[in-house]
């Protein structure tokens, strides 16, 4: 029996009885295969999404979900454990060929087994490559050059403390006119630079000013991540688009930065991917938003002990 004392339920003496009493868990159809892999044909729709979530202590799981389910009942398709290509096809080839053929999108990240798995496994459907793991990678590169930036204004800190030090005079280092050494500035404007700049603050605004008279070269990598974000908020045609993230890739060769010529030459790879989110706008937004549910329903369980029973947990509420 369930102790109660006082109005207070013991936690893990009710978790205890749930698992193996209240809830049908050790009669569960899948539980033989639940933590290699779960399969719900029925969930199926026209409008997916594919992303891998970590479940405990960093073991992957890749997880397919249905849009249309907004996140509750009937969002789960599949979840797969590891992101190898072969073994999440695998399971979802369970699902019946004429169910999978009736998928008309799939929004991803621009991993090269996730392209495998959804060409595989819905040959029908249109693939759509996540526009924020695009811009993501824009605000990478930029924060690449902002860390090599501070770098250097270390180093020449520490000389400048060094000369200082061997010519008996006390170090004074040079402050800039909103109160931040170049270090400092450098490292302060992280955040402003993944921001637009309607949305800085006063503060931020000044900083930014200084950064970009400092160094240009940051000034003018941020003008090429904004335009293209423009390009993925202003455009609604596919083909003006094309061309627009055509100018854009010209504009990266002309730059000669390192950084985003990787970026120009990843795009180029995904070009079709990436042109088929101003189709319908679709993004990888509910899979990223289903994660954080995961990762909340982690939270509360203060961490997953029993990985299948954690499984059975959310096949319950989500699938």
């Known amino acids: 029996m369930l102790e109660i004392i006082y109005g207070h339920v013991d936690g893990e003496q009710l978790g205890r009885q749930y698992k193996e009493h209240l809830s049908d868990f050790n009669d569960w159809q899948a539980k033989p295969h639940a933590q290699e892999w779960l399969v719900f044909p029925e969930n199926i729709g026209a409008y997916l999404s594919i992303d891998e979530t970590s479940v405990s202590r960093g073991e992957l799981y890749t997880i397919v979900t249905n849009k249309a389910a907004h996140g509750g009942k009937g969002t789960i398709v599949a ?148 335009s293209l974000r423009m390009i993925f908020s202003k455009n609604s045609v596919k083909d003006a688009a094309r061309l627009s993230l055509a100018r854009w890739y010209n504009q990266v060769a002309d730059s000669e930065f390192k950084s985003f010529n990787t970026i120009a030459a990843t795009i180029y790879e995904h070009y079709e991917e990436i042109l088929n989110f101003f189709v319908n706008r679709s993004t990888n937004a509910s899979a990223e938003s289903f994660n954080a549910k995961i990762k909340e329903f982690r939270a509360n369980l203060r961490g997953v002990v029993d990985v299948e029973f954690f499984l059975y947990r959310l096949a319950k509420i989500y699938a």
Request: with cysteine.
């Open 79 to 226: 979840i797969v454990s590891g992101t190898e290509s072969s073994e999440v096809i695998e399971a979802l080839e369970r699902i019946p060929e004429e169910l999978r053929n009736k998928v008309k999108e799939v929004t991803l990240d621009m991993s090269d087994s996730m392209r495998r798995i959804v060409r595989s496994c819905f040959p029908k459907a249109s693939r759509v490559i996540d526009r924020f793991h695009v811009q993501k990678l824009a605000y990478d590169a930029i924060q690449e050059m902002r860390i090599a930036h501070r770098w250097d204004a270390i180093n020449e800190e520490t000389d400048a403390m060094e000369e200082a030090k061997l010519s008996g005079k006390k170090y004074i280092p040079q402050i800039l006119e909103n109160g931040d050494s170049k270090k400092q500035l450098l490292a302060r404007s992280r955040y402003l630079l993944f921001k637009s700049a309607e949305k800085w603050t006063e503060k931020q605004k000044q900083r930014a000013k200084i950064l970009f008279e400092l160094y240009p070269d940051i000034k003018k990598a941020y003008g090429m991540a904004h």
